[in-house]
């Protein structure tokens, strides 16, 4: 049995953009490539949050089976969806999702209702004028608006009970984010979890200047001395998170693998890092927080400041949040990202840029994605515009 129709344009689009030096792929090889990869940052998840990261992914892709076996019946847009993408953007979906999800009364309706919306997104809304929607990433930012508190992700196994301890068998809440140490070269916990507030919402108050300083002022140096926790707890593993962007080690592998398999085109994660690590450096984030927030440009340039610590806080915001995710995964969908070699080093740099200024001003969590959203209603329009280079 053939793939339905809807599925070729997207791969062909892939090998016209030049995202495949070793030549265009067939729809199955296509996927098998990012399956193969995704075991990466499947594998990191299922042994930071155990059984309750599997459950996750398992009801997401459950859900989306069934759900998607229903759809193909209804209408002429049923026909056309297909169970190889649909099963790919479920993984994506539960890659993005908390394994916490599972311990809210509520969080069996909500993992259920995202991957019923994704199927129905991925069935009603296949363009929009001339740009297409990620589904994944559009039913991930609705029900995170939906129940933005259930997504909060709190609780991490530590490295005595990895992936076979209980994710909600957890101590008292650290003082500090993550305390002192790495999580690693931490002492020996006698719970199988740490409780940790995740440092993506103390990165989203004081760069919107809505931080409470425990003394009479608080400077960037201070948060970062103080408050963060080490930054190898992003790199290999130590922070709650998604399943999927708690190690960017994992991410980064997975989308090296991809690379070299050929599947995603290297401009889009590449300017797209570039352009929002010099965004983060160069946009006004706050350098104290006294009676209220003082904001500077470039703050590397401020003798209080310094090039160390405006580099140190770039390296929090790059790993503390989806964006390396996002770019490796998300926005080289060719659903989203333009056909064009050209058009695609515009997009990328437009995304990196906008992922920075959303990240600062809005969420550390959710402002990749919005980025990917707004931006990737410029796709067919730089294709449009840059001609066929």
Known sequence: MTEPASAQPAIAGVSQGGALPRGAVGVGAYYLAHFLAAVFPVTAGLLLYGWRALAVIGLVMGVTLLATTIWRDIGLRGGTLSYLDNLWYALLLALMLPATLLSAGSGLAIVTAAALLMVMLRW??????????????????????????????????????????????????????????????????PTDADYVEHVADHLTRYTRGLETPTRRWLPLSVLLRDIMPPL???????????????????????????????????????????????????????????????????????????????????????????????????????????????????????????????QLYVSVSYGPYLALLLVSVLSAELDRWLGTA
């Open 232 to 358: 190898e707890d992003f790199i290999v593993a130590g922070q709650p998170g998604p399943i999927g962007a708690s190690s960017a080690l994992a991410v980064i592998i997975c989308g090296l693998f991809l690379l070299y398999r050929g599947v995603i085109d290297f401009r889009i994660p590449l300017i797209g890092c570039l352009s929002a690590y010099v965004s983060f450096i160069m946009l006004p984030i706050p350098t104290v927080i006294a009676a209220g927030p003082q904001w500077h440009w470039a703050v590397f340039r401020l003798p209080e400041v310094g090039p160390a610590v405006a580099i140190t806080f770039v390296n929090y915001e790059m790993l503390a949040s989806p964006l390396i995710f996002m770019l490796f995964l998300l926005a080289t969908t060719p659903v989203v990202c333009p056909m064009k070699r050209r058009s695609r080093t515009i997009f990328a740099l437009a995304l990196g840029i906008v992922a920075a200024a959303f």
């Open 124 to 189: 009603a809304l296949p363009a929009i004028g001339h740009w297409m929607m990620h589904p994944a990433l559009l039913a991930y930012l609705l029900i995170a608006g939906a129940f933005s508190g259930s997504l909060n992700a709190d609780r991490i196994l530590n490295r005595d009970h990895l992936l076979v301890g209980e994710l909600m068998h957890a101590g008292a809440p650290a003082d500090r984010a993550a305390g002192a140490d790495s999580w690693y070269a931490r002492a020996q916990n």
